[in-house]
């Protein structure tokens, strides 16, 4: 999969110096979302003359960031024929999801092209998480052939602090979170920027899934806990210390008290969360596999998938309806207040159920509020984090090599 640019505005009139730059950046991200192309088709999509189509090739060529890669087929000839193409080795990024029990990594070219992909198991008797992911990192780069990072995206779990850009505190998570992306930083001498895990999903759904297109949207992500990507008008929301998006502490109606300040039991999180999720299923017959009761995303994500296919007896219809009934209280509270008009199911249950449990929510959503809200399952191949991290990161790189100086 080839991660997109983010779409080019129209070529506009400046002052000379203001509209080459302007123009250099237009062509090259027509280039990334296009692939190579011919000056003439550059010529169709900017609305430059030939020219300065040619002056601007010429540039970028000088630059590093363009190069010919050949003729665009073997019925046409001549230079009229050459295919230019950004040169996609001239900068790399990576994406790291920070899990409890593993860190995974994926890599990729300046034109968005995966490069590779590891998971590295975290285990307690295992060593420092950090060194060994640190070290699975730079094998990852070795054994692809990358040299050398432009900039590094890193999804974990918790609240990210808008004014410090750092992991906030947190006693459900382990320590060594917080330790990650300063050893990247300092290890591999990369800038990180560091991302609500939920955050990046909803990003990557946002650009390469169910929300692209869309300016507002709620991610709902349902796993091993529960939380939202809010993006409205085209911007994602962190809100004042981060937490847009917390749901898991959210009041609602069917649990068996309230949450706290610091504990998320009695919150949303007690109706939707992996564990209950689990309970859920029990209750109307249907096993879940054995897990850790630490994190049972695992066992939830497998239970809903068969009460899906059909694979999980009598009672699974019955399983499917309750969550539904269940996830369209959580949608209906976020509704209100936002009116995204869409929410889009993500997560390991979410992406499970696929459109079944969308379907399902959307009639229970339609009871609850009077605001119209459409409900679609994720769509991301892959792992959403990941995917929203890779785009993240390349916008940061394209953003500094794609603005001459």
Not at 52 to 65: F, H
Not at 158 to 165: K, L, N, R, V
Not at 191 to 207: D, F, K, S
Request: aromatic residues 2%.
């Amino acid at each position: 999969m080839t991660l997109p640019a983010r779409p080019a505005p129209p070529a506009r009139t400046a002052s000379p110096r203001t509209a080459r730059a302007i123009n250099d950046r237009i062509a090259l991200e027509l280039l990334v979302e296009h692939g190579p192309l011919t000056a003439g088709r550059l010529k169709e999509l900017t609305g430059l003359s030939r020219p300065s189509v040619a002056d601007l090739l010429r540039r970028l060529a000088e630059d590093g960031l363009v190069e010919d890669v050949g003729e665009a087929g073997a019925a046409r000839r001549g230079p009229n024929a050459r295919l230019y193409g950004l040169v996609a080795d001239r900068a790399h990024v990576a994406a790291v999801d920070v899990r409890t029990g593993s860190v995974s990594f994926a890599l990729a070219d300046l034109a968005g092209g995966a490069v590779g992909r590891t998971v590295l198991p975290v285990e307690e008797d295992g060593g420092d998480p950090v060194e060994r992911t640190v070290a699975a990192l730079r094998e990852a780069l070795r054994e692809n052939g990358v040299t050398a990072l432009h900039t590094v995206a890193v999804g974990a779990p918790g609240m990210i602090d808008p004014a410090t850009g750092a992991l906030g505190r947190s006693t459900s998570l382990p320590a060594w979170h917080a330790r990650v992306p300063a050893a990247l930083r300092e290890r591999l001498g990369a800038p990180v920027v560091l991302e609500n895990e939920v955050n990046l999903a909803g990003i990557a759904e946002h650009r390469l899934g169910a929300a692209r297109g869309r300016d507002t949207f709620v991610l709902l992500w349902l796993g091993h806990g529960v939380g939202a990507a809010v993006v409205l008008d085209g911007a994602l929301r962190r809100g004042a210390s981060g937490g847009t998006g917390e749901v898991g502490f959210l009041p609602v109606p069917g649990t068996a008290g309230l949450p706290s300040a610091t504990v998320c039991d009695g919150g949303f999180h007690s109706l939707a969360g992996a564990e209950a999720v689990c309970a859920l299923a029990r209750e109307h017959g249907v096993r879940p596999p054995p897990h850790d009761p630490g994190d049972g995303s695992r066992a939830a994500e497998a239970v809903v998938r068969a009460a899906v296919a059909g694979e999980a007896g009598a009672g699974g219809e019955a399983f499917l309806d309750a969550l539904a009934g269940r996830v369209a209280v959580g949608a209906a509270a976020v509704a209100s207040v936002l009116d995204p008009g869409c929410v889009v199911l993500g997560g390991e249950v979410g992406r499970a159920g696929g459109r079944a449990l969308a379907e399902r929510v959307a009639e229970r959503l339609a009871g609850m509020s009077p605001l119209a809200t459409e409900v679609l399952c994720g769509t991301v191949e892959g792992s959403p984090v990941l995917g929203g991290g890779l785009v993240t990161a390349l916008d940061a790189a394209r953003r500094e090599l794609f603005t001459p100086r």
